[in-house]
């Protein structure tokens, strides 16, 4: 069946350093994929998604590639901020009903001044 | 623009007591999905609906009951809470299978 496998966490890095976190996938066929945040006492939200092959998804100077031949999702960001500390999870909906979606684990990333 | 909206955002049950945690969406979505997530876990899919007068059982059921009587609304009954049932519980929705998911704020459960 359809699996994600998420960088482990926490994450603790000082402001203005370079982030990756790792989603690794397993799914039938070109599903898409998406970069969920979910900041202290809120829900989760969608950061950012890849529809296809190739595809970059971007936004709050994030950016992520689909990558299909190594099933991969990773998630990076230049310079991060003290506003980024959050939970993050990668995604992958199943390919006709997103709410069984497949979550990774979801990891914690602490952003220091 | 409300969204997905959860009440109440928290609560403490006893043993043995029932309630609803209320969810209502406005985007006239038809999935509708309720997970709960654990301290420092990830999601897991406890019931899920596909649109009015359709309800399936997801990963984690056992425990729980929903009823989807119109689009809008997403009740998720706890009968006879348990302390396993402590967790905080997002409602989600989307408008299509392949789309991503708009959650609530949550609802955080204690249950002593």
């Known amino acids: 069946g359809d699996s994600v496998t998420q960088m482990e966490g926490p994450v603790t890095l000082s402001e203005e350093a370079f982030l990756t976190i790792n989603c690794t996938y397993t799914?039938?066929?070109?599903?898409?994929l998406f970069w969920y945040v979910q900041y202290p006492g809120e829900g989760l939200q969608l950061l950012l998604k890849?529809?296809?092959?190739?595809d970059k998804g971007s936004n709050k100077g994030f950016e992520a590639t689909y990558r299909k031949e190594t099933t991969s999702f990773h998630l990076e960001k230049g310079s991060v901020q003290v506003s980024d500390s959050a939970v993050y999870f990668c995604?992958?909906?199943?390919?006709?009903?997103?709410?069984?979606?497949?979550f990774g684990d979801g990891t914690t990333l602490t952003v220091k001044p | 623009n409300a969204g997905v909206t959860q009440t109440p955002k928290f609560r403490i049950l006893k043993i043995g007591q029932s309630m609803t945690l209320q969810c209502a969406q406005d985007m006239n979505h038809n999935y509708m999905y309720w997970y709960r997530q654990d301290p420092g876990m990830g999601l897991k899919l406890i019931y899920y609906?596909?649109?009015?007068?359709?309800?399936d059982k997801g990963e984690v059921p056992n425990g729980y009951n929903v009823s989807r009587s119109t689009t809008e609304d997403f009740p998720l009954r706890l009968e006879l809470a348990a302390p396993s049932q402590t967790s905080v519980y997002f409602c989600a929705s989307g408008d299509r299978g392949n789309s991503p998911l708009h959650f609530g704020n949550g609802t955080r459960l204690t249950v002593t």
């Open positions: 995604a992958l909906p199943s390919g006709t009903n997103a709410g069984k979606s497949t």
């Open positions: 799914a039938t066929g070109y599903p898409s």
């Open positions: 609906s596909v649109g009015a007068g359709i309800t």
């Open positions: 890849a529809t296809k092959a190739d």
